[in-house]
């Protein structure tokens, strides 16, 4: 009977210690120094035999005030990002991330923000939060996705990159990101055209151009793109009037004189610059 009266009346001191002094005998560590007011008193947190939940966070650090107001109510002089952060998050989601006690080791207590605690609203809405990390380079600067279509939540890096996250007006403007990879042979210094015109999003190399498809230059035809490309900004129209016997008048005279009066297309029937050479 005896070891028995005695765990007895040991466990009984024991309870009665720790409803006592909780702070003393059953604190993991110290409370943050926001909290310092309420180190004795365990309770205002803490439901016995249920723990601490988000409902008693929230009695004291009501989500619309974060950011804005301390607890005592006094307005902040400057508002931060974590006003629009918080109020995001759902209602219980408190202690998904701050952990009061220091505990045993510090660096153990800290929990990992989670996006998925965010809205779904705002967790499409990176930059309502990131807007100082944006960074100012071109590429970004044409972007018109949401940051998730290219990086993921657990960090910026690596990211997966898509053309197809551009605007309309931005997705021809490729030079303004790949002026060092601009060749610098003849042809692509003389051209001024979209390098989507021949390059597809995906690689360089294989282009889709092939001058021959269209128009096959012989060696009365090696000129620069210019001479037949008026249009910079559109190598689909071009020119045949700008050679010395190309002029309006003659090759209507000379095409009238055999019945044919639809001979603006030259590409049509002169393939290679041929007079003799036919439609194909």
Not at 4 to 17: D, K, T, Y
Not at 33 to 59: M, W, Y
Not at 229 to 246: I, M, R, V
Request: hydrophobic share 25%; aromatic share 8%; with cysteine.
């Amino acid at each position: 009977m005896k070891p028995l009266f005695v765990f007895i009346a040991s466990a009984v001191i024991l309870a009665a210690l720790a409803i006592a002094y909780p702070d003393a005998l059953l604190s993991p560590g110290k409370l943050t120094k926001g909290h310092k007011e309420i180190t004795n008193d365990c309770l205002a947190c803490h439901t016995p035999f249920r723990g601490i939940t988000s409902v008693q966070c929230i009695s004291c650090h009501k989500q619309s005030d974060i950011g804005y107001k301390t607890v005592a109510g006094a307005v902040l002089k400057k508002n931060t990002d974590t006003a629009l952060f918080h109020n995001g998050l759902a209602d219980n989601s408190c202690i998904e991330c701050h952990t009061d006690h220091k505990g045993t080791f510090p660096s153990q207590a800290v929990k990992p923000f989670r996006h998925t605690s965010l809205s779904p609203q705002l967790r499409n809405d990176c930059i309502s939060c990131h807007k100082n990390q944006t960074p100012k380079n071109t590429l970004h600067q044409l972007a018109k996705g949401n940051c998730l279509e290219c990086h993921q939540t657990t960090g910026w890096k690596l990211a997966t990159f898509d053309h197809e996250n551009f605007t309309a007006s931005s997705g021809n403007q490729c030079i303004s990101c790949h002026k060092a990879d601009q060749p610098a042979d003849n042809m692509h210094r003389q051209s001024q055209a979209n390098c989507g015109t021949c390059h597809s999003t995906s690689r360089w190399i294989p282009a889709t151009f092939d001058h021959n498809r269209y128009y096959r230059l012989d060696r009365d035809h090696r000129t620069s793109c210019k001479t037949c490309h008026t249009n910079a900004g559109n190598y689909k129209q071009y020119t045949c009037y700008n050679c010395h016997e190309h002029s309006p008048g003659k090759i209507a005279e000379e095409h009238r004189e055999e019945g044919i009066y639809n001979y603006q297309n030259c590409m049509k029937c002169h393939r290679n610059g041929k007079a003799e050479e036919e439609e194909d």
